[in-house]
Every structure is written in structure tokens, then in C-alpha cells.
């Protein structure tokens, strides 16, 4: 059974200032290499992928300018287990710091030769977003990128789809009546 809760924070440059015990053991359960000296490094080394990296620093200034909290369901497979985690994003009341506190939802074996996913997506999936005001087009609705990626389950994905860079209608009309 994997580490259930694990913590850890950035300050106002994105570098991380703070991880808790179980930080480092679900770091080893994992295998991630260099982790013992994660302190002091940039979050973005840790995520992979220009999209992922995109909406999630999307999402970090939602939280720090806005909303001040998010939690999200994502997906943290290990080597041998497929991992659902429930991520709680908090900014700091004062200054710029994030903390973010992850805790295990489910986990589940997986088989070596793993079987096709039906609920994944495929390769030519397309996200709509809007890049005047960041927002992202959910089944006709454009929608901030927390609640895009609650719907979606962005973060549970095992792979981004694409995005689709264009204007939204809101957008599109104050740039018309501008
Ligand atoms: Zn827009």
C-alpha cells in the first residue's frame, strides 16, 4: 500500500520550500530519482509535458489571483499500480506561497501488459481554449481552467489532448466592439 498522504509547497517562484515525510516516502515507493534534494528546485521540473506544464501554471495563477483554493481529482501511477489521488491546492493568505496536500483515493493493481483504457483519450483529441482570456470550451461552455479540468478530469488523464488556440465569443466580441 502506497504513502496516503503527502504534502509539499513552492514559494513565489514556483521552487519548492516545503515537503513533508511523505513526500520523500511516496518519492521512493515511485522511484523518482533525485528526490531526496527536491528542495529548492523549480515544481516544473517535476511535470511533464508543454501543454500539462501550460494549464497547471494556468491553474497555479487562477489560484493565487482568484481562488485562492482547488481541489482536483489526477492520476499518479507508480511502476506497478494505476493510483487515483484527490490534489488540494492552497494559496498562503499572505504572500505568494502554495501548498498543496495530496492524499490516495484508490489503487489499483495493474497488470504488466496493461489493457487498453476505453475511457482514455485519443491521440487527436482537441481542447479548445481561448487565448485572450485562458478560458477552455467544455461541451459548448467556456469555463476558468479549475472547472475545465474538474470536468474533464484533466489530471487524471494519462495524456493531455492538444490545444486548440483560438477566441472565444465573449472575447471575440469586446474585441469587435473595441
Ligand atoms: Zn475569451
Keep these: 500500500m502506497t504513502v496516503e498522504a503527502l504534502s509539499y509547497a513552492i ?3 514556483d521552487h519548492l520550500i516545503k515537503v513533508d515525510e511523505g513526500y520523500y516516502r511516496f518519492a521512493e515507493e515511485n522511484g523518482w530519482e533525485g528526490a531526496g534534494s527536491s528542495l529548492g528546485r523549480s515544481l516544473w521540473d517535476f511535470v511533464a509535458g508543454h501543454e500539462m506544464k501550460k494549464v497547471q501554471r494556468l491553474l497555479l495563477k487562477r489560484i493565487r489571483d482568484e481562488v485562492r483554493e482547488v481541489e482536483l481529482p489526477f492520476r499518479c501511477d507508480g511502476p506497478d499500480v494505476r493510483r487515483e489521488m484527490l490534489l488540494r491546492i492552497v ?3 499572505s504572500g505568494r506561497t502554495v501548498m498543496f496536500a495530496a492524499r490516495l483515493s484508490a489503487e489499483t493493481g495493474r497488470e504488466p ?11 487527436e483529441d482537441l481542447l479548445p481554449m481561448c487565448g485572450w482570456c485562458d478560458r477552455f470550451e467544455v461541451d459548448g461552455e ?5 472547472e475545465a479540468a474538474r470536468r474533464l478530469g484533466l489530471f487524471r488523464r494519462s ?5 486548440d488556440h483560438g477566441i472565444c465569443p465573449r472575447c471575440s466580441k469586446l474585441l469587435a466592439t473595441a
Design 142 to 146: 467556456w469555463l476558468e481552467v479549475e
Design 113 to 123: 501488459q496493461p489493457i487498453l483504457d476505453p475511457g482514455a483519450p485519443h491521440g
Design 91 to 93: 494559496a498562503h493568505s
Design 159 to 163: 495524456e493531455m489532448p492538444a490545444l
Design 11 to 13: 514559494d513565489d517562484q
